[in-house]
């Protein structure tokens, strides 16, 4: 398949504003790989330097089997040992995203005991979240931490997870209380005690990140915190089809939004390059389209167990996956599956390269709506969520009616499956369906026309391209990404309020933030997670923070404790000389200039010193 000869895509509509930039912005693939090899290259080397044992750039990074495969030590990073070395002080507010409410209490520290219980409410779900926390805390304190069913008269000394009546939480917030006796988390939902659970991983010592067990004193600063979030939707987008990630790569994506309160994960399943879901009704999208990515690698697909298994994993972690078949454009993988879907019925060979806008299926035949009609029934059945991302985006050789025409057809679909539907602000034009979304991705504040769809019932998910899309470069010297929408540093992420950032859109028409991550320069995890950190908590806080707490300055200095926390759990992460993390050792001089000096996961900081 690799070796079929790229099909040169037809010129872009140049009427379309932004389209040359964004063309111009795409890398380059054969000048890309080799800086994308160098950066994980770079990365196993400093991380020798600097972690000992050093940090693989393997996927799985916690398992020994898998460490050794990689050639690495069986055990990983750890802090060190001394135990007259000081404890890195974690104050009860150093939480991100910021809680809403944080009352520090004096001299209440709780001290984690070998011999500690987790005690639950009975309920079945509400067990799996406390089994969670105990499997989080288990490998680095290398305690039993036996999870029982809370009884009415509570001894003293160990965590509390308990569901509650309360009219303040909401259905995903919590409230955690730290006493010398013991920790107690309370929400009325299993979702909240998850929160819960996260923010008391975040209240342990850097360590606690560590899969092997750590001499450690497990403290956590006394207190009390109330906390809920701000919008319901808080998400981020893995584009799987420009480089198919596996699902063990899903998975472990699904972990880091779930650290930072995150709960939807959108797969952006098809695109030019490839179709990434088994379809049964349609069994060459995914046979012959899923078999070609960017720089003409295998590709790959997710059958439909392979779908329920990250679909079941993102639920445990209380995540919804948003699926999308981006339609009518970016349709050029299944045209080369269905040659009868192309406006000229002839199936075109495959696409390896990186131009957007130039496929689509053809939206005046009835054999596109039965294929739009299969293809959507058959993800709505195997998605528990009530969501269906129908794409929309640059189909820029469809007539502006015709597209409309398409759309409102897709929508109708979509009702017809039970799922409201999303896609891309670019659908905005089309008459409204009950309950839409629109995804914005513009660069501009003022965009008249989602505004207008707004006024007619649209809400809106919030990803401007020049603050959320983490496949923009943090510096010019970023070796992967693109920079079409310019440089996204950790402040560029953090910076702008989705309540008021589209003009004409009030911010109860926001349902919340949402951080893409497109791939057609990314081509493995260690890239993804560069990516992502420590751009991913900055977008996690906009949609999860009251406002009002809303403080680069303090942002920094929270996120900084979290380099340690990555570092130990072998997560690559760009080391932003942005950001004062707490290694003492200072970002070399000149570090953004180079592609080998550049700061990358290579650069992870020392743990902290613990005790
Ligand atoms: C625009 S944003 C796209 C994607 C590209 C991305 C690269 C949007 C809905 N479409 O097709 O991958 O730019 O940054």
């Known amino acids: ?50 972690l000992a044992p050093a940090t693989p750039t393997a996927d799985d990074l916690s398992s020994p089997a898998t460490r050794t495969a990689a050639g690495l030590p069986a055990s990983p990073p750890r802090p060190a040992d001394d135990p007259s070395s000081p ?18 209490v004096p001299g209440a520290d709780f001290v984690l005991a070998p011999d500690a219980v987790i005690r639950v409410t009975a309920d079945d779900a509400a067990r799996t979240v406390a089994g969670q926390l105990a499997a989080l805390l288990r490998p680095a304190t290398g305690y039993a931490l036996p999870v029982t069913d809370a009884a009415p008269q509570e001894p003293a000394g160990g965590i509390t997870l308990a569901l509650v009546d309360s009219d303040d939480l909401g259905p995903e917030g919590y409230r955690l209380d730290v006493t010398a006796d013991g920790v107690r988390i309370e ?27 750590v001499a450690e004193r497990w403290t956590l600063p006394g207190g009390s915190i109330t906390d809920r979030p701000r919008f319901s939707y808080r998400g981020a987008m893995l584009d799987v089809a420009r480089h198919f990630f596996g699902v063990p790569d899903v998975l472990r994506v699904i972990d880091h939004l ?31 389209g899923g078999a070609n990515e960017v720089g003409a690698g295998p590709g790959g697909h997710y059958t439909r167990d392979d779908y329920r298994r990250i679909v079941a994993y993102a639920a445990e972690r209380h995540l919804t996956v948003v699926p999308e078949i981006d339609l009518p454009g970016h349709t050029h993988a299944a045209l080369t599956a269905y040659g009868e879907l192309a406006p000229d019925r002839v199936a075109p060979p495959p696409y390896t390269g990186t131009e957007v806008g130039f496929s689509y299926v053809d939206p005046t035949s009835e054999r596109t709506y039965e294929f739009v009609a299969d293809v959507l029934g058959e993800i709505a059945a195997l ?65 008249p026309v989602t505004a207008d769809a707004v006024q007619r019932g649209a809400r809106l998910v919030l990803s401007p391209a020049d603050h959320a899309y983490l496949d923009m470069k943090y510096t010019p010297e ?98 932003s000389p942005e950001i004062p993390w707490p290694t003492g050792r200072p970002a070399p001089a000149g570090s953004q200039a180079t592609i080998p000096s550049q700061p990358g996961p290579e650069e992870a900081p020392a743990p902290a010193p613990s005790a």
């Open 1 to 50: 398949m690799s070796s079929v000869p790229t099909a040169a895509p037809e010129p872009l509509d140049p009427s379309r504003a932004g389209t040359d930039e964004q063309v111009a912005g795409h890398p380059d693939l054969p000048g890309h790989e080799p800086a994308a090899a160098e950066l994980a290259r770079a990365a196993t080397r400093v991380a020798d330097d600097l």
């Open 87 to 104: 404890p890195t002080r974690i104050r009860l507010g150093d939480v991100v995203p910021a809680p809403e409410r944080v009352t520090p």
């Open 187 to 213: 929400a009325t939902t299993p979702a909240g005690l998850f929160f819960g659970a996260q923010t008391v991983r975040q209240l342990l010592p850097a360590a606690i990140e560590s899969p092997t067990p």
């Open 258 to 288: 779930a650290r930072y309160k995150l709960n939807h994960l959108h797969l952006h399943l098809t695109d030019d390059q490839g179709w990434r879901i088994a379809v049964d009704s349609w069994p060459r999208l995914a046979e012959v």
């Open 383 to 447: 998605t528990p969520g009530p969501w269906l991302h129908i794409g929309g985006d640059e189909a820029f050789k469809v007539r502006p009616d015709a597209y409309a025409a398409f759309v409102e057809r897709a929508q109708r679909i979509v009702a017809g499956t039970g799922r409201t539907v999303v896609g891309w602000h670019q659908i905005a034009p089309a008459a409204h369906a009950e309950g839409r979304v629109l995804q914005w991705w513009g660069t501009k504040g003022e965009d």
């Open 478 to 575: 970023t070796p992967v990404g693109h920079d079409w929408a310019g440089m996204i540093d950790v402040r560029r992420a953090y910076d702008w309020d989705p309540g008021a950032h589209v003009a004409g859109v009030p911010a109860d028409a926001v349902l919340g933030v949402e951080a893409p991550l497109w791939t057609e320069s990314i081509t493995s995890l260690v890239e993804v997670e560069f990516m992502l950190f420590p751009r991913l908590p900055a977008i996690a806080e906009l949609g999860w923070s009251p406002r009002a707490t809303h403080d680069w300055a303090g942002f920094r200095d929270r996120l900084a404790g979290h380099g340690p926390r990555w570092a130990t759990a072998g997560i690559a992460f760009h080391r």
